[in-house]
């Protein structure tokens, strides 16, 4: 809510113009570089930085920063977004230049979808490989979800998000998403697969897993999908999880099990080493579903902050 009837007043006035109301129209679908905004209106870039500023000023956009790049979107939660899902009701579908917006962003994200998928096939087919080493990808997605579900999933916070997987599984089930990866190029595939989804309550962002960005007690669930082997002090993983993680919340770790080898790499954890570093993070095990697999058998660790 806002804070009085001034800072209501300011944040309606920031709105009230054409190009601000399609700006914000756009970014409430997924955040957007300047460039890519540029694009879309068709208008120059000082114009419509201008227009971005007197929006972020009122709060009812966000900004943050990707290396040389500028993000925008509706924030997912607080009275800017509260304010923009309220307007969404009353735009006339049938205007010109919302129509032309809205192809113009499917272009941006065909775009963008295009720019991935040549970099997962071609820089790192080792993801889609680790995905097929399971088996049913569609068994495993309801797996994730008939564990996962059992309780609201409030905020989610998925850890090395890769591919976006684990957003695009639990995405429809949360109340808010955000997945970090310090990969920018990875960041860029997970973005784009949550726009092909229409998961615009979910957000993307380029983070360190050693060392989140994010408040203490942050989020309501935690997912690490399938990143524990990669990880040079894992248990530093599961605890830097622990601490963005509400008392309460849900971690599921996403491992493999067993004798797992993939190009003479051992992908393969004990369940109880990772139990262990669950608990010295502060968190209690609580269940293991075992899913086995074609070539790899994958265990479900979920545990609960105390």
Not at 281 to 305: C, F, K, M, Y
């Amino acid at each position: 809510m806002y804070r009085d009837l001034i800072e209501l007043v300011d944040a309606l006035k920031s709105i009230a113009e054409p190009t601000r109301l399609r700006l914000v129209r756009l970014l409430a679908q997924g955040e957007l570089t300047v460039s890519e905004l540029v694009r879309i209106l068709g208008q120059s870039q000082p114009r419509v930085s201008r227009h971005l500023k007197l929006l972020c000023d009122a709060g009812v956009l966000e900004r943050f920063r990707e290396q040389h790049h500028v993000y925008y979107r509706v924030p997912l939660d607080g009275a800017g977004h509260e304010l923009s899902r309220s307007l969404s009701a009353f735009f006339p579908l049938s205007d010109t230049d919302l129509a032309n917006d809205q192809a113009r962003l499917k272009d941006v994200q065909e775009a963008r979808a295009k720019l991935s998928q040549d970099y997962v096939e071609e820089e790192a087919p080792e993801w889609r490989r680790l995905h097929e080493l399971h088996g049913d990808e569609a068994a495993f997605a309801q797996a994730v979800i008939n564990e996962m579900t059992r309780e609201p999933l409030g905020e989610l916070l998925d850890v090395a998000t890769g591919t976006g997987r684990m957003l695009s599984i639990l995405g429809p089930h949360c109340s808010k998403g955000t997945g970090i990866d310090l990969s920018r190029k990875m960041v860029n595939v997970a973005r784009a697969q949550l726009a092909t989804q229409g998961l615009t309550h979910c957000t993307i962002r380029q983070d360190d897993m050693y060392q989140m960005r994010f408040a203490d007690a942050s989020f309501d669930t935690v997912t690490i999908d399938q990143v524990l082997y990669l990880a040079d002090q894992p248990e530093a993983v599961v605890n830097e999880a622990a601490r963005v993680l509400s008392p309460g919340g849900r971690l599921m770790i996403v491992a493999f099990t067993g004798d797992t080898t993939e190009e003479q790499l051992p992908l393969g954890i004990a369940p109880a080493s990772i139990d262990a570093w669950c608990r010295a993070a502060g968190l209690e095990p609580d269940t293991h579903v075992n899913l086995p697999g074609q070539s790899a058998d994958i265990t479900l660790i979920v545990a609960r902050a105390t």
